[in-house]
């Protein structure tokens, strides 16, 4: 092979190296970014988060994402409710929003509470949606109407709360709490945090359990 032939392959294959060698070192730098999320405990309540029950100084905190379509934070919501009773006080609940995409109403029921919320309303919007939850879930497509028409029962200003359903706002802050949810690990609803632990339930009396414990302590 001619010497000039040899020196230009082996030019071009110096070039092909640097190039792979560029390509990885862009690549390694590129994963090494820092992830502003990383290393760091996700909060499970942000300072907009919907709170029903305060609680004194010291108190718990438990956080509930939910889907006001699904039968399970249906099914939930009495214990809920009696647990908010019971330890009143001493648990500072939280609600926020995780519609699943199985559920058709789902994402408007969340805008009708959310809506509710910017009157001052979402706790009444939340009990009458739960109370009401059979009549409207599970249905073939959405029906904001009939959740035009809880704003109306509970006495809501209807523009207020048409304009707060059409705002691409209110959909982005229901939008928020399912992000915040899937960066904690949250799959299916209802999941519960108690002082920013997940718990894992295997039984219908863990809920109560872990906050009774996490009370104690």
């Known amino acids: 092979m001619r010497t000039p032939v040899k020196a230009a392959l082996i030019a071009i294959a110096v070039a092909v190296v640097l190039l792979i060698v560029a390509i ?22 942000r300072t ?7 609680g004194g100084p ?17 099914a939930f919501y009495p214990i809920v409710e009696e647990l908010r ?3 009143d006080g001493d648990i500072r609940y ?19 509470a959310e809506a509710a919320a910017q009157q001052g309303r979402f706790e009444d919007m939340y009990h009458h949606l ?3 939850q059979a009549n409207w879930g599970e249905q073939p497509e959405e029906t904001p109407e009939v959740f035009r028409a809880f704003a109306q029962e509970l006495g809501l200003d209807l523009a207020a709360y048409d304009e707060a359903v059409a ?7 229901v939008e928020q709490d399912k992000r915040d949810g899937e960066r904690l690990g949250v799959t299916s609803t209802p999941t519960f945090f108690v002082d920013g632990e997940m718990l894992e339930l295997t039984a219908w009396g863990d809920l ?8 104690a302590d």
Do not use: M
Request: with cysteine; aromatic share 8%.
């Open 94 to 112: 939280v609600a926020r929003y995780f519609p699943l995409p199985g559920h058709v109403n789902s994402t408007q029921a969340a805008l009708a």
């Open 58 to 74: 010291g108190a718990v905190t438990v956080v509930e994402f939910l889907d006001f379509e699904c039968e399970a934070c249906g």
């Open 130 to 132: 739960f109370a009401t």
């Open 85 to 87: 009773d019971t330890y």
């Open 48 to 54: 907009d988060s919907h709170v029903l029950d305060e």
């Open 208 to 215: 109560e359990d872990a906050i009774a414990k996490a009370v």
């Open 167 to 173: 705002d691409p706002a209110t959909l982005a802050r």
């Open 24 to 45: 990885v070192w862009a690549i390694t730098q590129r994963a090494d970014e820092p992830d502003p999320d990383a290393g760091q405990r996700q909060p499970t309540v």
